[in-house]
């Protein structure tokens, strides 16, 4: 299964954000409401509406303030006020990214509405996420709605679904297992175990639905926590305050007391890129997307509390992307096609005779110009196929193996590095206006 990291972990530079927050409500009778999310890259997606704009927010654990990208001037749109300046840290080895912070938001998921919502509106471009993802993806949204409700993810039918705490009622499950959660800066920590070597080693992870990895730790050689010999170096996202690099590889297993991953991938990042994560002396890594996407998840934050049950999910594959290509949505293209509409028009007045025997005439061919989506690659592994083909980054795909990209979702192109080891890829690209050609095999990147 692809995967593109994104991940947003946030410090707020103030030790006292300041004024009152309003709670998420749900405005039916049933006091409960399903929301349908897009499972994206491991990450969900959900439609959220800000001072009657519909905009589309990833749903992050790992977040606790509402982030909206401004880039775009949203913020006009949306017409937000009291703004007031302040400075964020996240991940990566950048500087502080500047931000307007705003009260008095009314924000809406489905029936569940706050009408005094705080919204962190950021310039900072690299956090477009629509690139990335092929999607478009106005803000980042986390806390605020676990805080205030009772969140059940049903990953394998792609719904939320939202319930005001007093009238939760839990069901018997034996197929479940059920966890304590731990909180430090509003952020939910779970108790789990990893086997490396052969080793079984207790850790505590951050719950990071905003990462579309399976599992990050934090490499301790004293606690057995380190990256086998078998691993390469790549590019593991972009976080807040930059780009975040460090090893891949396997470990033996993942357990979640009865649910056990065998095999499951990990990511070791640079400890400069996380030394404010790191600010929690207990935390050892995260547990991401391609992980959680594995069960159905109710989040109780009042009661501290995780139920999981696994779904169809569970016994997917662990890949890792064979190519080391990695391709973002930069812009549109002009692109001539033949206008099928009128070649069937064309061939509708065939005669009888024509049709009886299979043939297509065409009086004049007709073609279409229309804009389609530049899927160009912006991320480029050492020592990759794609690398010692020659490729660079830069090169915007124009076809996959023979077939236009633009036939294809972003995540479906990427779908196609993750297949197997030993499966050729061809590829057109454009280079700075000239066509070229290239091919490789995929490898095992162990």
């Known amino acids: 299964m692809k995967r593109f990291v994104i991940f947003i972990w946030v410090v707020f530079l103030l030790n006292n954000l300041g004024f009152s927050q309003g709670k998420f409500t749900i405005q039916n009778k049933h006091r409960s409401d399903k929301v349908k999310f897009k499972l994206i890259n491991n990450l969900i997606i959900i439609p959220v509406e800000i001072n009657g704009v519909t905009l589309s927010f990833l749903l992050d654990t790992?977040?606790?303030?509402?982030?909206?990208?401004?880039f775009l001037n949203v913020s006009d749109t949306l017409k937000i006020k009291n703004t007031e300046t302040i400075f964020l840290r996240g991940l990566g080895e950048g500087e502080l990214v500047e931000a307007l912070k705003s009260d008095d938001n009314v924000i809406k998921i489905g029936d569940a509405i706050n009408l005094k919502q705080e919204l962190y509106a950021i310039f900072e471009a690299n956090l477009d996420l629509a690139p990335k993802l092929g999607f478009p993806v106005h803000g980042i949204i986390g806390n605020d709605v676990f805080r205030d409700l009772i969140v059940e993810v049903n990953y394998s039918r792609k719904y939320l679904k939202l319930t005001e705490p007093e009238a939760y009622r839990y069901k018997k499950c034996r197929k479940c297992e059920t966890f304590n959660l731990e909180f430090y800066n509003s952020k939910p920590y779970i108790n789990v175990e990893v086997t490396i070597d052969n080793k079984k080693i207790p850790v505590k992870l951050l719950i990071d639905s905003g990462g579309s990895d399976a599992l990050w730790l934090f490499e301790n050689d004293s606690l057995g926590i380190k990256s086998s010999d078998a691993f390469f170096n790549d590019f593991l996202g972009h976080g807040l305050s930059g780009s975040v690099y460090g090893k891949r590889t396997k470990?033996?297993?993942?357990?979640?007391?009865?649910?056990?991953?065998?095999?499951?991938?990990?990511?070791?990042p640079d400890s400069a890129s996380i030394s404010f994560a790191r600010k929690f002396k207990s935390r050892n890594g995260s547990l991401a997307g391609n992980a959680l996407k594995r069960f159905n998840i109710i989040f109780d934050y009042q009661r501290a509390l995780i139920t999981l049950k696994k779904n169809a999910l569970f016994k997917e594959k662990f890949n890792y992307n064979k190519s080391g290509i990695e391709l973002a949505h930069d812009g549109v293209r002009l692109v001539k096609e033949i206008d099928d509409r009128i070649l069937k028009e064309r061939s509708g007045i065939m005669g009888s005779d024509d049709a009886r025997n299979n043939t297509k005439i065409v009086f004049d061919t007709q073609y279409k110009v229309s804009l389609k989506p530049a899927y160009t690659i912006v991320e480029l592994r050492d020592g990759s196929p794609a690398k010692k083909?020659?490729?660079?980054?830069?090169?915007?795909?124009?076809?996959?193996?023979?077939?236009?990209?633009?036939?294809?979702?972003?995540?479906?192109?990427?779908?196609?590095?993750?297949?197997?080891?030993?499966?050729?890829?061809k590829l057109k690209v454009d280079r700075k206006g000239k066509e070229m050609n290239f091919s490789f095999n995929l490898e095992n990147p162990f």
């Open 62 to 70: 790992g977040v606790s303030k509402a982030i909206i990208f401004n």
């Open 251 to 268: 470990i033996d297993a993942l357990s979640l007391k009865s649910f056990v991953l065998e095999n499951a991938n990990v990511a070791y």
């Open 389 to 425: 083909a020659g490729l660079l980054i830069g090169d915007v795909v124009l076809r996959i193996n023979n077939k236009p990209t633009h036939q294809f979702s972003l995540q479906d192109v990427m779908h196609k590095f993750y297949d197997d080891a030993g499966k050729h890829i």
